[in-house]
C-alpha cells in the first residue's frame, strides 16, 4: 500500500513541474524588481523592509501561475485548437496571478 502512495504522489511532484514553478517565479520576480526600482522614495510608515512583502507575494504567484500551465499541459498535445486554447488560458491565468501577488504584495505600500 505505501508503494501505491509514494507513486502516485511522486507522478504529480515531477521535475518538469518544479522547472515551470521556477521559470514563473523568476519572471514574476523579475519583473516586480524592475518595478520597484522606480518606486519613489519610502514612507516612514512602511517600515525599514517593506520591499520584502511584494518580492515573497509575487515569487509564490509566478510559481501558482507556472504550476497551472504544468497541469494543463496535457491539452497542449490534443490538437492545434486544444493547444492554442490551453496556450491562451495559461497565459490569462499567469497574468492573473500576476495581477493578483501584486496586489497583495504592494497593498499598503505603493498602492495604499
Do not use: Q
Not at 22 to 48: C, H, K, N, Q, V
Amino acid at each position: 500500500m505505501t508503494s501505491n502512495h509514494r507513486s502516485t504522489i511522486s507522478s504529480y511532484f515531477t521535475a518538469a513541474l518544479l522547472k515551470r514553478m521556477l521559470a514563473g517565479a523568476a519572471i514574476a520576480l523579475t519583473l516586480m524588481i524592475i518595478f520597484l526600482t522606480g518606486a519613489p522614495d519610502p514612507e516612514p510608515e512602511w517600515g525599514r523592509y517593506w520591499i520584502v512583502r511584494p518580492l515573497v507575494v509575487i515569487t509564490f504567484a509566478g510559481a501558482a501561475g507556472g504550476a497551472f500551465f504544468h497541469l494543463v499541459n496535457p491539452l497542449r498535445f490534443s490538437g492545434i485548437w486544444r493547444k492554442t486554447a490551453a496556450l491562451l488560458l495559461c497565459l490569462l491565468v499567469f497574468v492573473f496571478c500576476l495581477w493578483l501577488g501584486t496586489v497583495l504584495g504592494l497593498d499598503g505600500t505603493l498602492w495604499d
